[in-house]
C-alpha cells in the first residue's frame, strides 16, 4: 500500500487545558481531494496549523511523504510542497496581477532581488498559463486591488499553485462570493486535484456538495465521522451535534 503524501497520527493540541485537537488522525492520498467541515470550534483551523507548523501538537506525529514535520519552521515546510491560503486573500493589491503571479511563480525570493529580477521564459510561459487558467488574462495589467472579491480569490489561489505545491489548503475559498463566483471556484479546486492534494474547509454545504470530494466531519477536535456528503448528512452524530437536532 503506498504511503500517504500527508498523514496525522493520534495528534493533540493542548492550548493551557483546552485541547483544540483529541487524538486526531487522518491521512490523504497523493491527488487527493479532501473537504473538511464543522461547527466553530470544531478544530478545523488548528487542524491546518498543525499541517503546516504554525502550532506544534502536544502528542501524536504529523508526516509528509513518510518522514515526520513535527518542529519544522512553516517556511521549511512550505519549501517541502505544502501551500496554505487563508480566508482573507494574501494579494499584493498595488501590484498588476500579472506581477503578482511573477513574484509568486519566480525560483528567486529574495525581496529586494525580485524587485529587479528578469523573469525567464519558463516563468512567463507559466504566469500567462495560470491567468488564462483562472479567468484572470484580460486583467493582467490591472492592479489586483481593482479586483472582484472573487477574482482575488482566484488569484490567491493562482499564487500558491505557482509555487508548485504537492499540497494545498483552501481555508474557506467561496467565503463572500456570489453565486457564479462559488460555482466556478469549485470548478478550479476540482480541476487542480490529481496533480495536488488539495483540502478544503468550508462551511457552505452546497459548495462542498458540488466539489463531490469524501468529507472529514470534526467536533471538538476530534474526528466524528468520514464518507460521501449524503453519508455524513445523514448520520444521527452529525446530525445531532452539527446540524444540532436530533430526529
Same mark, same amino acid.
Given at each position: 500500500?503506498?504511503?500517504?503524501?500527508? =498523514?496525522?497520527?493520534?495528534?493533540?493540541?493542548?492550548?493551557?487545558?483546552?485541547?483544540?485537537?483529541?487524538?486526531?488522525?487522518?491521512?490523504?492520498?497523493?491527488?487527493?481531494?479532501?473537504?473538511?467541515?464543522?461547527? &466553530?470550534?470544531?478544530?478545523?483551523?488548528?487542524?491546518?496549523? !498543525?499541517?503546516?507548523?504554525? !502550532?506544534?501538537?502536544?502528542?501524536?506525529?504529523?508526516?509528509?511523504?513518510?518522514?515526520?514535520?513535527?518542529? +519544522?519552521? @512553516?517556511?521549511?515546510?512550505? &519549501?517541502?510542497?505544502?501551500? $496554505?491560503?487563508? *480566508?482573507?486573500?494574501? %494579494?499584493?493589491?498595488?501590484?498588476?496581477?500579472? $506581477?503578482?503571479?511573477? /513574484?509568486?511563480?519566480?525560483?528567486?525570493?529574495?525581496?529586494? *532581488?525580485?524587485?529587479?529580477?528578469?523573469?525567464?521564459?519558463?516563468?512567463?510561459?507559466? %504566469?500567462? $498559463?495560470?491567468?488564462?487558467?483562472?479567468? +484572470?488574462?484580460?486583467?493582467?495589467?490591472? @492592479?489586483?486591488?481593482? /479586483?472582484?472579491?472573487?477574482?482575488? *480569490?482566484?488569484?490567491?489561489?493562482?499564487?500558491?499553485?505557482?509555487?508548485?505545491?504537492?499540497?494545498?489548503?483552501?481555508?474557506?475559498?467561496?467565503?463572500?462570493?456570489?453565486?457564479? =463566483?462559488? &460555482?466556478?471556484?469549485? =470548478?478550479?479546486?476540482?480541476? /487542480?486535484?490529481?496533480?495536488?492534494?488539495?483540502? !478544503?474547509? @468550508?462551511?457552505?454545504?452546497?459548495?462542498?456538495?458540488? +466539489?463531490?470530494?469524501?468529507?472529514?466531519?470534526?467536533?471538538?477536535?476530534?474526528?466524528?465521522?468520514?464518507?460521501? +456528503? =449524503?453519508?455524513?448528512?445523514?448520520?444521527?452524530? %452529525?446530525?445531532? !451535534?452539527? /446540524?444540532? *437536532?436530533?430526529?
Amino acid at each position: 500500500m503506498a504511503t500517504p503524501i500527508l =498523514e496525522l497520527s493520534d495528534v493533540s493540541v493542548d492550548f493551557d487545558g483546552f485541547f483544540a485537537l483529541t487524538d486526531l488522525s487522518i491521512a490523504l492520498e497523493h491527488g487527493e481531494l479532501r473537504s473538511i467541515i464543522g461547527p &466553530n470550534g470544531a478544530g478545523k483551523t488548528t487542524f491546518l496549523d !498543525v499541517i503546516t507548523g504554525k !502550532v506544534k501538537p502536544t502528542k501524536g506525529s504529523v508526516s509528509l511523504r513518510g518522514s515526520s514535520i513535527v518542529g +519544522l519552521s @512553516e517556511q521549511k515546510i512550505s &519549501n517541502l510542497g505544502v501551500g $496554505r491560503k487563508f *480566508q482573507t486573500p494574501r %494579494v499584493f493589491e498595488k501590484l498588476t496581477v500579472a $506581477r503578482n503571479l511573477e /513574484l509568486a511563480a519566480s525560483p528567486n525570493k529574495a525581496p529586494f *532581488q525580485l524587485m529587479f529580477e528578469k523573469l525567464n521564459s519558463t516563468v512567463k510561459d507559466e %504566469v500567462h $498559463r495560470l491567468m488564462d487558467y483562472v479567468g +484572470l488574462a484580460p486583467f493582467a495589467k490591472a @492592479e489586483a486591488g481593482s /479586483l472582484s472579491h472573487g477574482q482575488k *480569490q482566484w488569484l490567491a489561489i493562482s499564487m500558491l499553485v505557482a509555487q508548485s505545491p504537492d499540497i494545498i489548503l483552501l481555508d474557506e475559498p467561496v467565503a463572500g462570493l456570489t453565486d457564479d =463566483e462559488t &460555482n466556478k471556484t469549485a =470548478e478550479l479546486i476540482k480541476s /487542480l486535484a490529481g496533480e495536488h492534494t488539495v483540502v !478544503v474547509i @468550508e462551511h457552505d454545504m452546497e459548495f462542498i456538495r458540488d +466539489l463531490g470530494a469524501p468529507v472529514t466531519v470534526l467536533h471538538q477536535g476530534q474526528k466524528l465521522t468520514e464518507g460521501t +456528503l =449524503e453519508q455524513v448528512k445523514a448520520d444521527p452524530k %452529525v446530525i445531532e !451535534v452539527y /446540524l444540532g *437536532q436530533s430526529d
